[in-house]
């Protein structure tokens, strides 16, 4: 079993920046992927970025050079540093750790960009 929990949503305007982050417990050791997922209301939750326990990064096109996923092993938490941010990455973004084949999802937190 993992627990995630995440932190750091908000309100930012347009163009602006957020550093939300995701902190896992549990049975931590097996985890091989973490990752971030969004979803806007209505629509289907959409993989945003992934980390492998190596370090390996996977973004979704729409964020490439604009967020970047990073992950401390030592503090078994995963961050999401989000600049030149635009309303359509409006959504609840959840936490995501892959063990064993199994998802673990947090519990999501909430990102608003203004125009």
């Known amino acids: 079993q993992v627990r995630l929990v995440e932190s750091g949503g908000g309100l930012v305007q347009a163009g602006g920046s957020l550093s939300p982050s995701c902190a896992a417990s549990?049975?931590?050791?097996?985890?091989?992927?973490m990752g971030w997922y969004h979803q806007a209301p209505e629509k289907q939750r959409d993989l945003v970025a992934t980390?492998?326990?190596?370090?390996?990064?996977n973004y979704a096109d729409s964020v490439k050079g604009r967020f970047t996923i990073s992950r401390d092993n030592a503090k078994n938490t995963v961050y999401q540093r989000m600049v030149s941010m635009q309303p359509e990455d409006t959504a609840v973004y959840y936490c995501?750790?892959?063990?064993?084949?199994?998802?673990?999802w947090g519990q999501g937190t909430q990102v608003t960009v203004s125009s």
């Open positions: 549990g049975n931590i050791f097996s985890i091989d992927i």
């Open positions: 995501d750790a892959v063990t064993g084949g199994r998802h673990y």
């Open positions: 980390i492998n326990s190596d370090g390996t990064t």
